[in-house]
């Protein structure tokens, strides 16, 4: 947490960065469990470690695995737009 003179609370919360560190741990060692399960998931790359074409490819892929799957709840005959 950051002291501002003038204010009257600390500002950026610490409790932000913990949260942070607390869920890319969790993912880091989901990701761990499916792929020593032979089950490894997709995952994001930034272009400065696997290249620009590499990266676009990974981001596109999820993303329209996302949508795939956004588009099977929203018409479930169930969901608030039926």
Same mark, same amino acid.
Request: aromatic content about 4%; proline content about 11%.
């Given at each position: 947490?950051?002291?501002? +003179?003038? %204010?009257?609370?600390?500002?950026?919360? #610490? !409790? =932000?960065?913990?949260?942070? &560190?607390?869920?890319? *741990?969790?993912?880091?060692?989901?990701?761990?469990?499916?792929?020593?399960?032979?089950?490894?998931? +997709?995952? %994001?790359?930034?272009?400065?470690?696997? #290249? !620009? =074409?590499?990266?676009?490819? &990974?981001?596109?892929? *999820?993303?329209?695995?996302?949508?795939?799957?956004?588009?099977?709840?929203?018409?479930?005959?169930?969901?608030?737009?039926?």
């Amino acid at each position: 947490m950051v002291s501002i +003179p003038g %204010l009257p609370y600390p500002v950026a919360p #610490g !409790s =932000t960065l913990g949260g942070t &560190a607390l869920v890319n *741990a969790i993912k880091a060692e989901t990701a761990r469990r499916l792929a020593d399960a032979g089950s490894p998931p +997709p995952v %994001l790359v930034a272009s400065c470690l696997a #290249g !620009s =074409t590499e990266s676009t490819q &990974a981001f596109e892929t *999820a993303y329209d695995e996302h949508g795939r799957r956004i588009a099977r709840l929203w018409l479930r005959p169930d969901s608030p737009t039926s």
